[in-house]
């Protein structure tokens, strides 16, 4: 179902979608654009427990929101998804697609499935998310895709992981000027290291260790640093920037 486009100037009780919101960064956002007055739409793909733990959260605070599951890297489930969202919170406004796995494996012919995985997960599923995205936000709509400062890095073993961040840079790029005339903001924000469970996982003490000093501010990000500048450019205030990568990293990189 596509929504009819308003003028940014339009008042509307603006209404958001955030994927993978259940935990760490994703929830962050949907917190902070809960509490900027903002219905949110919680996806999540696997843990109903914790997306629900999340709209309560947002509910005790005065908000509105509501848990709604889908695959983002299946075209059935997030058309499905935008449709519930526009049925339940009434329009669409903005889209942060914060979904995403991290699995690390060097570029080698068998990990060749580690790759596709990551890439039907990463890629894919910024390609259909921002695709519905440009279909149904209305005029003075947002976009934000959450990319990766480690793309500057280059480390060992990211190599499927940048891959496929890269190219949701690339279709951020790509889709700001194909909304040209639309009034639709499209950014990515790169942070850096984040103390997230997606983060820690599968690192040894000591790498977290090294990472975290990798930036001058010699600390990991927390989730709600990186929710501050969606926050931002989801704004009225964020409305001149467009087709740019936010590296939210505390000089890391």
Known sequence: MESTR???TTPINKSAIVTGASRGIGRAIALRLASDGIKVAVNYCADAA???EVVHAIEARGGEAVAIKADVSNSEDVSRLFFDVQERLGGLDIVVHNAGIMPLA???????DIFDRTVQANLRGAFLILGQAAKHLRGGGRIVAISTSVIAKSFPGYGPYIAAKAGVEGLVRVLA???RGAGITVNAVAPGPVATELFVDGKSAEQIAQLSKGAPLERLAEPEDIARVVSFLASHE???INAQVVRANGGFA
Do not use: F, R, V, Y
């Not at 060097?106 to 060749?112: D, G, Q, S, T």
């Open 6 to 8: 308003q003028t940014s």
């Open 106 to 112: 060097p570029i080698a012919p068998e990990n060749i």
């Open 238 to 240: 964020g409305g001149w």
């Open 177 to 179: 000027n194909e909304l």
């Open 50 to 52: 914790k997306a629900a």
